[in-house]
């Protein structure tokens, strides 16, 4: 060996190892084969260095945990020592006796890290007293349920929430054994300003962190004979679903997954992708209007329901630059249940459409108002890429023996350009490459547009479109995203462009999929997949999908048109404010009077600028007036008018700079020409 | 005052104007006003001397009398503490009352107060001269030289007795030559660990960047430990005078004094501190005329114990939650905001100017060879002067317990000494002769810690006092890493059985297999000491775990629930007034005949014990 080579050597167990590229002593040791278990260590995010369970010794600096150790030459490490053994097994033990006893009915069981952990250590009793948390479920959202009572604590949710999405739903609260990971002021997560992206869910050691499971539903929907059932199932999913049954990532299943979906009994399978060169001949269209139009842009995507939730919560002000095209999942659903009812002759409510993603904010994307008619939703059920696994293991069906169908017709037909949608940078590139057709009557000249290709986070590419440099960025997750806004915002870039999605590589690491601890190189896996499938197919581009195009000649028309807007756009909301229940203050039921409710600010603003002395003032004056039974005084948060507080808000009209020496005054103005007799 | 600074001259003007304005006051009378003393109404009895000494003369002299508050004395016990600074008297526990006869006999005519005299109970007399009070004859105070002597929120005082002269040296030497005279001084870091502090200085003046800060780490969270903020509640200027000299050295411009919230008092005086120096250009752009820019933010902590280890101290600072972080990176490369910083605790920086004005083989001549300087404790427990003291390093305990603190309270028997607060560990008997050193107390399980030193007579129960330290400690980890958050959680569990009585003797092979894993295993070092109470009582008090396990027994007689109460069938008359007492209705008999205790529903309240006319009840 000579001297360089020497110098990058470091000895586990006494046997030497070069050090590369690894960020850490815990990566060394699993590139020289040891499988040392972590539950905190994600190569993705910070290292915390919290479970313990990757200690080990270093001649001259005792036990460390390896995923906090530079690796560093001439290092001496022993992995397994009475002392590492003994801490391994002592932090299994400890935390299995305070954790949730419902393993055998946990739905993470098979798949949860410490159940593994302790198995693969041996844990056979615990010694401590063991004492049950007992805390609250939180299940008000449609895709998360969150369960404290299985959480160890590890910290790879509230990492990636900050550092991947750079929202910061989640952190710890409370101190010590008392600890949990929470929402601030222990709101559920539907109140707060989670968009439901799943990532969290996604590194879950355990069942603290689940999907939300939409198959009893599903069950009861098959097993109707008064519905249809019709299924449409995203690109993302055919490239992930066979890891659960130890087929390599990337390898496409759509066949399989069809001939299972028969086989427990659904009426029809279609394929999302039809939806999706659906929508890129609404959003090309949309684009290529803009352009015509010199509107301001970006365009930004509206695939990604986790990213229009964020634009809504944060950058309302940039709700007008999404595209107004529903997601291919909502597109689908409108459609089918539009078409399939006239030619079945049922109604609609008889069709249940039921969608398989590799997301979990589709969940909840399904559930907004927009997308129901009558109360009807356009998407009944949907299920994640996870819980297809499980339905076919639950419908007895031997995978392995099934062999590959053909979907179903004519939402079955699908372009490269529709499968490329899960991943990140496919939407934009499908977009281009009919944008391109649409404004030039030309095929793209390079089909393949590969800087906006692979994991990187941020991608960008220009294009000449007849005399016009057309710019377009390509971002994924949400703290990318954000960073990208405020730049949009404070004019340092401009794009033309912008596609969105929220999980890191777009939706081939959604948080539906397979759950796995090795993300990078499975999300590799699956992307590759992806865009083989694009190159695999008939067609390449979405305006030569032939069935979308008799859907537009039969019935939609033109992309854009009236009808077309009916049933593929759709609007948003500003969801600024953190929603939650006022605290009522003062109130007393009276059938006489009319009713009057103030309410008064009490951010952190208002807060300051005095809106406490206001409220006791208000009150006092309430009372003096004799009017405690007609009028209700509420604390409420944010009025977002912060720079001239203190706010309150009579009945619906905000009133700004209220301040104590100006009680007696809004008294009379607001309140007692209600009551003057 | 405002103006600031620029030469020696001005300074040696300002110290003059200060001189003055000390000797022309008058005769100085301190009233001691470190949070003990105002607890027990210092500031009841300042408010009656100044009422009473308006045209009173001192000793029928020129002189006016000069009432001054001043910081800790460290003798707490005895607190009010009133000092006539010019006949070198000192009065102890002083009420508000006993005011008006100080004034009149002593100050008018200068006759000594008898009755307000220390009372030496070894030779059983009063001590007029407080030099000769035996609590401060053995100590060495350098650090505390100023506290209880110097008004605290006075520059002008502090400056008279020698502040801030030293930095006109530090100013006119090269950083490297700086942290070259502290590496020599060998003061060690006097948090806990006895780092070198020169070399500490020297990572940091070494490591890569513009921006660096410094900060003081004054969140003394242990129980019973008072010396830090005795130091800046009543000397806030040597510290500041520290980090001016340390940010000088390591090339910060920007420092932190991270107090807890719950020592107002200290953060008050230390922003007083503060806003005096920058006045004066001792703090501030161009400190005292030269290149070098310092400024100083007093941060306060929300109180959790956790936030005295440095990486949850600067999370915290920044606005983080106050959790730890694994060490490499060191603060010293990338600590506050990612730069790199310099962290000592309070009494570390408060030695510097020492070593700066007196040289560093002066300090080295302190204390012992490997451990120079002196080292502060907070003297507590069962003990006759309890207090804050500073002594040289390598003194015995038995000088300390004995000599210092004037023996054991009530003539029982010493038992041991916990030292280290929550961190630390028990000396016993066998150890009285070991000097305190940081690596003679390492090697018997023990560690100088922050300097908490709690005196444990015959009457205490060893397994109780891990107990109370390991509920302190599990109620204040941070919950991040598992072995300290569930672990010292299930060690205080098997504790609880225990002194209950309900263990059985694996639950002792378990809370040392557990100690042993969260010591080797915990992320930070609050989580690897945390088991320190438990492994030194299991060294050195095994037997008193085995009478609890086995015998169900508490040698001491403290743990209530393995305490029995019985009637003795001798002396038992059937008066039947002990049954009619039991609020549980654990008593009953006939009349004449002998009562019985059922020790399944007895509580152990002892209301029978003390009821009984012949005394026929007694614990066993």
């Known amino acids: ?366 559930r907004r108002k927009e997308f129901s008619v009558n109360s009807d939703p356009d998407v009944d059920v949907v299920l994640t890429t996870q819980e297809l696994i499980k339905m076919v293991k639950a419908g007895n069906i031997n995978f392995s023996a099934l062999e590959p169908q053909e979907m179903d017709s004519p939402f079955g037909v699908f372009s490269g350009a529709g499968v490329i949608f899960g991943a990140s940078g496919g939407v934009a590139e499908a977009a281009l490459r009919t944008a391109y057709k649409l404004v030039t009557g030309e095929a793209l000249g390079e089909i393949e547009i590969k800087p906006l290709r692979g994991l990187k986070s941020f991608k960008e590419f220009a294009v000449n479109i007849k005399g016009e440099v057309i710019s377009v960025a390509v971002v994924n997750t949400l703290s990318q995203a954000s960073k990208l806004l405020e730049d949009i915002a404070a004019h340092k870039v401009h794009y033309h462009l912008v596609e969105v999605m929220a999980c890191p590589g777009g939706c081939i690491a959604g948080a539906g999929q397979p759950y796995s601890i090795d993300r990078m190189a499975i999300r590799e896996g699956r992307l590759k997949g992806l865009y083989q499938d694009d190159v695999d197919s008939r067609i390449r581009v979405s305006y030569e999908n032939e069935e979308v195009q008799k859907l537009y000649d039969k019935w939609l028309q033109n992309p854009n048109s009236e009808i077309a807007h009916q049933f593929l756009h759709t609007h948003y909301h500003n969801r600024k404010r953190i929603t939650g229940e006022d605290i009522g203050l003062f109130r007393k039921g009276s059938e006489v009077l009319p009713k009057t409710t103030v309410c008064v600010c009490v951010g952190t603003s208002c807060y300051v600028h005095g809106s406490y002395d206001f409220i006791e003032a208000i009150m006092a004056k309430i009372r003096a007036e004799g009017l405690e039974d007609a009028v209700m005084v509420k604390a409420t948060f944010c009025l977002q008018q912060c720079g001239h507080g203190p706010n309150i808000k009579i009945d619906d009209q905000i009133i700004s700079h209220a301040t104590v020496d100006r009680v007696s005054e809004i008294f009379d103005r607001y309140i007692r020409v209600k009551y003057k007799k | 005052m405002g103006r600031k600074i620029k030469n020696r001259e001005e300074f040696a003007d300002f110290k003059g104007a200060a001189f003055k304005n000390f000797v022309e006051h008058g005769a100085r009378v301190l009233i001691c006003s470190g949070t003990g003393c105002m607890a027990n109404g210092a500031m009841d009895v300042y408010n009656v001397f100044l009422e009473l000494k308006i045209n009173v003369k001192f000793k029928n002299t020129e002189k006016d009398i000069a009432l001054v508050k001043t910081g800790c004395r460290g003798f707490c016990e005895n607190g009010v503490l009133v000092d006539i600074v010019d006949d070198g008297v000192t009065y102890v526990k002083v009420k508000k009352e006993d005011v008006a006869e100080i004034v009149e006999s002593h100050l008018k005519n200068g006759q000594i107060v008898q009755r307000l005299l220390y009372h030496d109970p070894k030779t059983d007399s009063r001590v007029e001269k407080n030099k000769d009070i035996n609590f401060y004859a053995k100590q060495k105070r350098t650090s505390l030289a100023n506290c209880g002597h110097i008004d605290p929120e006075s520059i002008g005082e502090y400056i008279f007795v020698g502040g801030y002269e030293s930095l006109w040296d530090v100013l006119s030497k090269t950083p490297d030559e700086v942290c070259k005279t502290v590496s020599e001084s060998g003061l060690r870091g006097r948090g806990g660990g006895g780092f070198p502090t020169g070399r500490k200085w020297e990572f940091v003046k070494n490591a890569e960047g513009k921006k660096k800060y410094v900060i003081c780490n004054g969140d003394e969270g242990d129980p019973g430990a008072f010396m830090d903020r005795s130091i800046m509640e009543g000397d806030p200027h040597k510290l500041i005078e520290g980090m001016i000299t340390a940010a000088y050295a390591v090339g910060a411009d920007e420092g932190y004094i991270y107090v807890r919230a719950e020592y107002p008092l200290a953060v008050k005086r230390l922003r007083v501190a503060v806003k005096q120096a920058e006045e004066i250009g001792v703090l501030g752009v161009n400190i005292f005329g030269s290149d070098f820019s310092f400024k100083i933010k007093v941060k306060e902590g929300a109180g959790a114990f956790v936030c005295g280890e440095e990486t949850a101290l600067m999370a915290s600072i920044e606005g983080e939650r106050g959790m730890p972080k694994s060490k490499p990176p060191f603060p010293a490369n990338k600590g506050l905001f990612g730069k790199p910083t310099l962290i000592n605790n309070v009494e570390t920086y408060s030695n510097v100017p020492l070593i700066m004005k007196n040289g560093a083989q002066w300090f080295r001549k302190l204390g012992s060879p490997k451990n120079p300087g002196t080292k502060t404790f907070a003297l507590t427990g069962e003990i006759n002067n309890s207090g804050l003291i500073e ?26 000494v916990q030292i280290g607060g929550p961190s630390g560990g028990c000396l016993t008997e066998e150890h009285l002769d070991l000097p305190l050193e940081y690596e003679t107390l390492i090697e018997v399980g023990a560690m100088v810690g922050s300097g908490g030193l709690v005196v444990l007579n015959e009457d205490t129960c060893m397994v109780e006092i891990a107990r109370f330290f390991m509920h302190f400690t599990q109620n204040e980890s941070c919950g991040k890493c598992v072995l300290c958050r569930e672990g010292t959680k299930n060690m205080l569990k098997i504790l609880e059985k225990i002194v209950e009585g309900k263990a059985q003797l694996s639950d002792l092979d378990l809370l040392e297999e557990l100690a042993l894993a969260v010591k080797d295993g915990s992320l930070c070092g609050l989580g690897k000491t945390a088991p320190n109470p438990v492994l030194s009582t299991l060294r050195y008090f095994r037997d008193e775990y085995l009478a609890h396990i086995i015998d169900k027994r508490c040698p001491a007689g403290v743990c209530s629930a393995l305490k029995m109460i019985e009637i003795d069938e001798q002396l038992c008359k059937g008066c039947s007034k002990c049954a009619r007492l039991c609020p549980v209705g654990a008593i009953s008999g006939e009349i004449k005949k002998t009562y019985k205790i059922d020790q399944t529903k007895c509580i152990k309240c002892g209301a029978c014990l003390t009821a009984c006319p012949f005394k026929a009840i007694k614990e066993v």
């Open chain 1, 1 to 366: 060996m000579d001297k360089k080579a020497c110098d990058k050597i470091l000895y586990i167990d006494d046997k030497p190892f070069a050090i590369g590229n690894e960020k850490n002593l815990l990566e060394v040791i699993r590139n020289a084969g040891y499988d040392l278990p972590t539950f905190c260590y994600r190569s993705d995010l910070s290292v915390y260095g919290a479970c313990r369970m990757c200690v080990v010794e270093i001649e001259g600096r005792g036990v460390q945990a390896s995923c906090t150790v530079p690796p560093e030459p001439g290092m001496k490490v022993t992995i397994n020592t009475e002392k590492t053994r003994r801490i391994r097994r002592m932090v299994i033990k400890l935390l299995l006796a305070n954790h949730s006893k419902d393993c055998t009915t946990c739905s993470k069981s098979g798949e949860c890290d410490l159940q593994e952990a302790a198995s693969r250590l041996g844990i056979t009793d615990i010694p401590f007293e063991c004492e049950e948390k007992k805390h609250p479920l939180d299940t008000g959202n449609p895709a998360v349920i969150r369960d404290p009572n299985k959480c160890i604590l590890c910290g790879a949710c509230v990492r990636t929430c900050r550092e991947i999405q750079g929202k910061s739903v989640l952190d710890f609260v409370y101190r010590g054994s008392n600890t949990i990971v929470s929402p601030a002021f222990k709101k559920n997560l539907d109140e707060v300003n989670c968009t439901f992206c799943g990532q969290c869910v996604a590194v879950c050691p355990t069942g603290a962190l689940r999907i939300r499971s939409e198959l009893d539903n599903f069950w009861k929907m098959v097993l109707d004979k008064n519905k249809k059932v019709v299924v449409q199932v995203a690109p993302a999913v055919r490239v992930a679903f066979g890891e659960a049954f130890g087929i390599k990532p990337g390898k496409n299943l759509i066949g399989m997954i069809t001939a299972a979906l028969r086989k427990v009994g659904v009426d029809k399978v279609f394929d999302t992708t039809f939806a999706a060169d659906l929508t890129i001949m609404e959003e090309a269209t949309e684009f290529v209007n803009m352009l015509k139009s010199k509107k301001d842009f970006p365009l930004l995507t509206s695939c990604c329901p986790a990213w229009v939730r964020h634009v809504e919560q944060k950058y309302p002000q940039f709700i007008s630059h999404l595209s107004t095209c529903r997601s291919p999942q909502q597109m689908f659903g409108a459609v089918a249940k539009e078409l399939l009812s006239k030619e079945y002759g049922i109604r609609r409510e008889e069709i249940c459409v039921v969608s398989v993603m590799p997301c979990t904010a589709k969940k909840s994307e399904a």
């Open chain 2, 391 to 416: 002594v040289p390093m390598g003194m015995t305990l038995r000088e300390i317990v004995f000599d210092i603190g004037g023996g054991i309270r009530n003539g029982k028997k010493f038992k041991a």
